[in-house]
């Protein structure tokens, strides 16, 4: 049996929840194979690891390639992910081949998968997945606000 759209979301919920432990932002991504496993899974790190590209969807990407065993193409894997990409991790989706995003939360001002810019849907591109947005967009925007709020009163 598939899990639902709000069951993976609700997964990397979970998985975003880790980065609150080294002060990243809460974001967590995870990449399913054609069949539904879990290849991998990632929080957002650049805090913890001093890096800028440690964003949960790159780290996921990076993982599930080693993982998937067909080089850097994860064609028919699906990436699910607590808030909508930004540029970085949508051309990273792409170049990778992905076939499905499911995101929670929209980012009106960094997200590039139907906010701000549509950067997967480009007819420019020779590849675009297919777009689930805005599942349990409540949940993921909560825990971002949470973090924030926090971030406000330290």
Known sequence: MTASNSDLVRAALRVAERALDTGDVPIGAIVLSPAGDELASACNAREALGDPTAHAEILALRAAAKAYGDGW???????????????MCAGALVLA????????????????????????????????????????ADECSALLAAFFDQRRTE
């Open 73 to 87: 193409r994860l064609a028919g894997c699906t990436l699910v992910v607590t808030v909508e990409p930004c540029t």
């Open 97 to 136: 081949r992905i076939a499905r995003v499911v995101f929670g939360a929209w980012e009106p001002r960094t997200g590039a998968v139907g906010s701000l810019w549509d950067v997967v849907r480009d007819q420019r591109l020779n590849h675009r997945p297919e777009v689930i947005g805005g599942v349990l």
